[in-house]
Each structure stands twice: as structure tokens, then as C-alpha cells.
């Protein structure tokens, strides 16, 4: 089994070399969803998702450059064709499937939970902050909570300090350094909710080599270990790795 994942594998990179010779490949990313994606000081994306995607687009034998745009726009400017591809910290979904293919994932699933300044917080009717368009706010939403959204990840968590939210659901991976750099103001509460199937990269439904290409160089990285590397290096040793 595994000598036709690698076969397969190199097989679909190979055509990489093919899809570089007709245009530059723009990988498209919110820039301000860190460790995953964020601006450093020099202006420039950085973060796991850039070393990654970096990585494989090496591997891939691409060219290709990075388009920072804002979370809430971020699959319709996909479709439209302002760059080709999704590296932001993207859950998969049935939902999003319907409207844009995704690579197989470059991150495991892991629980979303709850993050209040106060362990007696009220989740089930309270006032819960989520990011716009994420899967968190979409469960809130369902949730006889009341529910207020925030264009970034950074809203929400000045919501939660400023009392106008009693709690934030959010992502681990993007939570977690947040509630270790509060010295204690920030605490875990509540039971972590399980959403989506892993993040991936996400391209066009038209664009079907381009995702081929780029499943096929994930899974050389899985095959080799480098991914579970990365995951680390980015989110410690106690992250889900493959």
C-alpha cells in the first residue's frame, strides 16, 4: 500500500512541473490567524501554513506567491479567480464542498473550545463570540446562546475582555498560545466541541490537477514525516499529528 501512495504520489507531482509552465500558482491566506498564517514585522506572510505551503509548492516543482485577503471574502475571491488556492486555517466541510474543492488535510480535526475570563461562565444561554464564517459561529448559531461575531480572531478576544462577550469558541491551535501568554486571566472552560474533518487547502472545482498536484505532495510529507514536523514545530508536542 504504501509503494502506490508513493508511486501515485510522484506521479502527481510530476504534472506540477506542467501546471508551472502556464502560470504562477497564488496561494491565497488571511495573514492574521496566527500560528497558522500571520504578517511578521517585515510585512510578509508567515506562520505554518506559508513554511508549509512553501514546502509544497517545492515539492510540486511551482511557482508560486502569496495574496493576503481578508477572512470573510475569502472563498468568493477564490472563485473569482484573485488567487488560486486556500492555505487559512480552512476547516473542511460538506458545506464549503459544495462550492470549492479541498485537499486532502494537512491537519488533523481537533476539538474547538470555549475560552471565558471566569469558570462559571453560562455557555449554554450566554453570550458567545466566534469569528464571521467560521464553523464555530455557525454551531453557536444553532445553540439557544446568543451569539456575536467579529470579522477577526483578535475582536473576539477584546469582546471577551471588554465584557461584551462571556465567552469566545474558537480554533485550539489559535487559542491555545492566547490563553498561555494571559497569565491566568484567560482559563479552558466548558466541553470542547468536535467540528469539520481537518483543515485543507481549498482550489477551484475547476482546477482539479492543481489539487491532485498539491494532495499528492501532502501526502509525500506524510509519507516522510515532514508534515508531523511542522505540526510540531508550530504547535507543540502535544499536537495531533498523522
Do not use: H
Not at 111 to 139: H, K, M, R
Amino acid at each position: 500500500m504504501k509503494k502506490t501512495i508513493l508511486a501515485t504520489a510522484v506521479l502527481a507531482l510530476s504534472a506540477g512541473v506542467g501546471l508551472a509552465q502556464d502560470r504562477t500558482v497564488r496561494m491565497g491566506t488571511e495573514g492574521a490567524y496566527a500560528p497558522y498564517n500571520f504578517t511578521n514585522d517585515a510585512g510578509e506572510i508567515d506562520g505554518f501554513e506559508r513554511e508549509l505551503g512553501d514546502e509544497l509548492c517545492n515539492r510540486a516543482e511551482l511557482t508560486c506567491e502569496w495574496v493576503k485577503n481578508d477572512w470573510d471574502s475569502i472563498i468568493p475571491n477564490l472563485v473569482s479567480g484573485n488567487y488560486d488556492t486556500i492555505m487559512a486555517g480552512m476547516t473542511v466541510t460538506d458545506e464549503r464542498e459544495m462550492v470549492i474543492d479541498f485537499t486532502q488535510d494537512y491537519q488533523p480535526p481537533t476539538p474547538s473550545p470555549y475560552v471565558a475570563l471566569s469558570e462559571d461562565v453560562d455557555l449554554e444561554t450566554g453570550v458567545i463570540a466566534a469569528q464571521t464564517g467560521t464553523l464555530q459561529a455557525a454551531f453557536v448559531a444553532e445553540t439557544p446562546a446568543t451569539l456575536i461575531e467579529f470579522a477577526t480572531f483578535d475582536e473576539t478576544i477584546a469582546a471577551l475582555r471588554s465584557g461584551e462577550a462571556d465567552a469566545v469558541l474558537a480554533d485550539l491551535e489559535y487559542l491555545a498560545p492566547v490563553v498561555e501568554d494571559s497569565s491566568g486571566e484567560l482559563l479552558f472552560v466548558g466541553d470542547r466541541v468536535p467540528l469539520g474533518k481537518g483543515i485543507g487547502m481549498g482550489v477551484r472545482k475547476s482546477d482539479s490537477d492543481l489539487r491532485d498536484t498539491f494532495d499528492a505532495a501532502i501526502s509525500s510529507m506524510k509519507e516522510d514525516g515532514s508534515l508531523n514536523e511542522l505540526l510540531i514545530k508550530w504547535f507543540g508536542e502535544n499536537t495531533a499529528t498523522y
